[in-house]
T-cell receptor, first 110, second 113 residues
Framework: GNSVTQMEGPVTLSEEAFLTINCTYT??????LFWYVQYPGEGLQLLLK?????DKGSNKGFEATYRKETTSFHLEKGSVQVSDSAVYFC?????????FGGGTRLMVKP | KAGVTQTPRYLIKTRGQQVTLSCSPI?????VSWYQQTPGQGLQFLFE???????NKGNFPGRFSGRQFSNSRSEMNVSTLELGDSALYLC????????????FGPGTRLTVL
C-alpha cells in the first residue's frame, strides 16, 4: 500500500550545520511530493513541493529533489538556524488524499 | 486572505461524551480534510469533504463522522469518546482537490479524561 518512510528523530544540530532529512515513499504512479513543517503549537505549513521527476522544490533555504528512480524526496538545508526547530513531514498525494510520514523533529541549538 | 480557522482550540471531555469540532476553510476552497495527530500514530487521515459530500474516508470507526455545509464550512463529530481519542485534530482546505496543496488550521486539542 501507499506509505512514506522518514528518518526518525529527533535530529539535533548546531546552528549553521548542514541538514538532511531522508524520505522515501511507496506509491503507484507518479505522485506529487511535499514537505510540510509544523512549528510548536501550530498546524502544518507547506514548505515546498515537486510535481514531477527531477523537479527541485525550494523555499526558505530548504531544497528537495524528486528522485523517481530511488522513490525519494530528501530535505536539505545548507545552514540551519534556531528558528528552523520544528517537526518536518514528508508527504505525497495518493488517490484523493495526502499520505504523511511520521514526522522528524529537528532541534537546532545555538 | 484569512487562513483556515478551527474552533475551539482546546477542549476537555470525559469518556462517553460526544464532541463537535468546527473548521472554516479559506474563502473559495471547496475541499476540507480532517486529520488526527497523536504522538504514537502520527498524522492519520479521517475524511475529506467536497461540495457537501464525503469524497474520501480513512480507517476510523463509525464514531467519527463529519459533514460540510454549503458555505464549505465543515464539522466533525466524535461520539462515545474514548481515552484514545485524545489528540490534535487538524483541518485542512484546498481549492479543488485534497491531493493538491493543502492549507492547515492550527488544530483543536482534544483531551478525554
Amino acid at each position: 500500500g501507499n506509505s512514506v518512510t522518514q528518518m526518525e528523530g529527533p535530529v539535533t544540530l548546531s546552528e549553521e550545520a548542514f541538514l538532511t532529512i531522508n524520505c522515501t515513499y511507496t506509491a503507484t504512479g507518479y505522485p506529487s511530493l511535499f514537505w510540510y513543517v509544523q512549528y510548536p503549537g501550530e498546524g502544518l505549513q507547506l514548505l515546498l513541493k515537486a510535481t514531477k521527476a527531477d523537479d527541485k522544490g525550494s523555499n526558505k533555504g530548504f531544497e528537495a529533489t524528486y528522485r523517481k528512480e530511488t522513490t525519494s524526496f530528501h530535505l536539505e538545508k545548507g545552514s540551519v538556524q534556531v528558528s528552523d526547530s520544528a517537526v518536518y513531514f514528508c508527504s505525497f498525494n495518493a488517490g484523493n488524499m495526502l499520505t504523511f510520514g511520521g514526522g522528524t523533529r529537528l532541534m537546532v541549538k545555538p | 486572505k484569512a487562513g483556515v480557522t478551527q474552533t475551539p482550540r482546546y477542549l476537555i471531555k470525559t469518556r462517553g461524551q460526544q464532541v463537535t469540532l468546527s473548521c472554516s476553510p479559506i474563502s473559495g476552497h471547496r475541499s476540507v480534510s480532517w486529520y488526527q495527530q497523536t504522538p504514537g500514530q502520527g498524522l492519520q487521515f479521517l475524511f475529506e469533504y467536497f461540495s457537501e459530500t464525503q469524497r474520501n474516508k480513512g480507517n476510523f470507526p463509525g464514531r467519527f463522522s463529519g459533514r460540510q455545509f454549503s458555505n464549505s464550512r465543515s464539522e466533525m463529530n466524535v461520539s462515545t469518546l474514548e481515552l484514545g481519542d485524545s489528540a490534535l485534530y487538524l483541518c485542512a482546505s484546498s481549492l479543488e482537490a485534497a491531493y493538491n496543496e493543502q492549507f492547515f488550521g492550527p488544530g483543536t486539542r482534544l483531551t478525554v479524561l
